[in-house]
């Protein structure tokens, strides 16, 4: 299994921004999810969805702000930032997983990970 994101990059404070997450190899995983990481801080939950389309969760942070789509032609997830902050400041890692509900908020939990995109906010 393959994670590749993309889509990174500096933004003005109140600006969007739409990651990528183009998965390719064969698994199982139910989740897929979103963490990202700020210089000194431990990785932070942002998102997981289910890869069939069902559920999908979001970190308080981010809640009415961020969108995860996906296009199932190219097996591609899309999480789309609106209303960024310089708190929203990171690299941003897509992540498959198998765990339960209670679980998806620990990156402990995700055996599959990405290479990591930045994202810079800032004036």
């Known amino acids: 299994v393959q994670l590749v994101e993309s889509g990174g990059g500096l933004v003005q404070p109140g600006g969007s921004l739409r990651l990528s997450c183009l998965a390719s190899?064969?698994?199982?995983?139910?989740?897929v999810s979103w963490f990202r990481q700020a210089p000194g801080k431990e990785r932070e939950f942002v998102a997981a969805t289910e890869w069939n389309g069902g559920h999908t969760y979001y970190a308080d942070s981010v809640k009415g702000r961020f969108t995860i789509s996906r296009d199932n032609a190219k097996n591609t997830w899309y999480p789309l930032m609106n209303s960024l902050k310089p708190a929203d400041t990171a690299v941003y890692y897509c992540a498959r997983g198998s765990t339960i509900v209670s679980g998806v908020r620990q990156a402990r939990n995700y055996g599959y990970w990405g290479q990591g995109t930045q994202v810079t906010v800032s004036s």
């Open positions: 190899g064969r698994t199982s995983s139910r989740w």
